[in-house]
Nanobody
Framework: QVQLQESGGGLVQTGDSLTLSCAASGRAFSSYAMGWFRQAPGKELEFVAA????????EYAAAVTGRFIISRDNGKNTVSLQMSNLKPEDTAVYYC????????????????WGQGTQVTVSS
């Protein structure tokens, strides 16, 4: 069982940077693939980024490649999403998620989800 809590959201301006964090409870955090998703108003949940158990392998949505970086600290049970050059279209609620297998996570299969944190980018 893993419980996830996101933090770091807020209101920023176009071009700003922001880092989201996700704190995980549970002893097996290092065994999980981790991902970030987002959901904008009126839109479906969208994949943002994912990494494997040690962070050495990662994937990004095309819309954020080159601007966002996912990283994790297994010693602190945290995963982060560094976001730079933010755009109004990045406005959404951001969720972190944990999955048992990285291959399945890349296919969208996650086992645990956080409550989300709001990111608003003003133009």
């Amino acid at each position: 069982q893993v419980q996830l809590q996101e933090s770091g959201g807020g209101l920023v301006q176009t071009g700003d940077s922001l880092t989201l964090s996700c704190a995980a409870s549970g002893r097996a955090f290092s065994s999980y693939a981790m991902g970030w998703f987002r959901q904008a108003p009126g839109k479906e949940l969208e994949f943002v980024a994912a990494c494997n158990w040690n962070g050495n392998d990662d994937e990004y949505a095309a819309a954020v490649t080159g601007r966002f970086i996912i990283s994790r600290d297994n010693g602190k049970n945290t995963v982060s999403l560094q976001m730079s050059n933010l755009k109004p279209e990045d406005t959404a609620v951001y969720y972190c998620a944990a999955g048992h297998l990285y291959a399945e996570a890349l296919g969208g299969q996650y086992d645990y989800w956080g409550q989300g944190t709001q990111v608003t980018v003003s133009s």
